[in-house]
């Protein structure tokens, strides 16, 4: 395409972290500490090898107290998600490699139906107003780098740089609020993709779809991003109702 936009280092995705290190709900502070952690995960917002935030950062995000995200660390150390080390370059860094699920989930039908059915509004609602805003250069080439980062990655990297450039695309949106619901919704999704195996074709053809829906969101063709991102969804749909149903 001669008006591809320039690669670019893809840049730091602001309203997704702002939306996983939000404030905490009242009365779960330990078990939702953990969720939002794994989160993290999940998204690819932290990848593996990489460190957490300190942990006084981490409190004042979440609203709770050191001790809280403390415990909740120690919870995913255990579980092996997490490595605590201590020293001058000590820190709390993501396991690399992640464990990985023994078993797919048990997933009902209409779990989801309702799961998937909710990812189509969300993320068809977020290629529609990114096409529709007039999108700053820094944005067009974040988009664009980030397609171009997933494109050669294999079975090991895909999934996380698939996550963000979909999270880029909600940030693109302009809309804070829709950016976390997409988070949520995208990590439960990933809790059932990451129980199957990538396959390479698979990977090549949804870089194609990636390719269709960025160059429509760059040309603020509304109609043609929202269709290419449906067939998208539908592609990962069949596959995840394919393993899981």
Not at 79 to 101: N, S
Not at 130 to 146: E, I, K, P, Q, V
């Amino acid at each position: 395409m001669s008006d591809t936009p320039p690669a670019a280092d893809p840049g730091e995705l602001v309203e997704v972290r702002r939306a996983v290190y939000r404030p905490l709900r009242r009365g779960n502070a330990l078990e939702d500490a953990v969720a939002r952690l794994v989160q993290t995960i999940r998204l690819g917002v932290v990848a593996p090898g990489e460190s957490l935030p300190p942990e006084r950062e981490l409190a004042a995000s979440f609203g709770v107290s050191r001790d809280t995200v403390r415990e909740a660390i120690r919870e995913l150390a255990d579980t092996g998600y997490l490595l605590p080390r201590r020293g001058r370059y000590g820190g709390t860094f993501v396991a690399d490699p992640l464990p990985q699920p023994k078993a797919a989930p048990e997933v009902s039908p209409e779990e989801l139906d309702d799961v998937l059915g909710l990812r189509r509004v969300l993320e068809c609602g977020a290629v529609r107003a990114a096409a529709a805003r007039s999108l700053d250069a820094s944005t067009r080439a974040d988009l664009w780098a980030r397609h171009e980062a997933a494109l050669p990655a294999g079975p090991e990297a895909y999934r996380r740089l698939d996550t963000l450039l979909h999270l880029a695309i909600a940030e693109a949106a302009g809309i804070p609020s829709l950016v976390a619901l997409v988070a949520e919704n995208r990590a439960e999704v990933n809790t059932w993709l990451d129980t199957f195996p990538l396959m390479p074709r698979n990977i090549q053809h949804s870089g194609e779809q990636h390719e269709r829906i960025i160059a429509a969101i760059l040309a603020g063709r509304v109609d043609v991003a929202e269709a290419a991102m449906r067939d998208h969804l539908a592609g990962s749909e069949a596959l995840l109702r394919g393993f899981l149903v």
